[in-house]
């Protein structure tokens, strides 16, 4: 597997690999949809964010990550972070935290920042195991939110 910027026209091969997983859409850490896949939406979300990666096998999309700079300051968002359900437990969202990581140092950026639901702790462990720390609270789409926020150094 290799993980790789993604581009507009990586739209339909995303839009397929979510399908596969029996998947709508691609779901933010707070269990909202976030991401439209369908190939227009993908390459809406894929065009207006700073970045966004794919990781793939050799049949296509495993994974992706997409995160955007806050407009002012030294932090960027992940706005998404899926992974097929048949490569969970495989290293790709480690791997894909690590790109954006590695990436987002090139703008400044210096914290990583994620909303995790409140009442999720699985979530929450994923973050935690990775080094994100809590931040506090704030009132989402689904509900109460975690916010945490990880020093992109620790994740490269």
Do not use: C, K
């Not at 794919?54 to 994974?63: I, Q, T």
């Not at 090139?106 to 995790?116: F, H, I, M, N, Q």
Request: charged letters at 25%.
């Amino acid at each position: 597997m290799h993980v790789r910027a993604a581009r507009p026209d990586d739209a339909e091969a995303l839009r397929t690999a979510v399908s596969r997983a029996r998947e709508a859409t691609v779901f933010d850490d707070i269990g909202s949809p976030l991401l439209d896949v369908s190939a227009a939406g993908v390459r809406e979300a894929a065009a207006e964010a700073e970045w966004s990666f794919l990781m793939e096998d050799g049949d296509g999309p495993v994974g992706v990550a997409i995160a955007h700079p806050d407009a002012q300051g030294s932090e960027a968002e992940l706005l998404a972070l899926w992974v097929h359900p048949g490569h969970a437990g495989e290293g790709v969202a480690a791997e894909l935290l690590s790109r954006v990581a590695s990436s987002v140092t090139d703008r400044e950026v210096d914290t990583l920042r994620a909303s995790v639901p409140a009442d999720s702790p699985g979530a929450q462990e994923f973050f935690a195991a990775h080094g994100f720390d809590p931040r506090g609270t704030r009132r989402g789409p689904a509900g109460d939110e975690s916010v945490v926020a990880a020093d992109v150094n620790s994740l490269q």
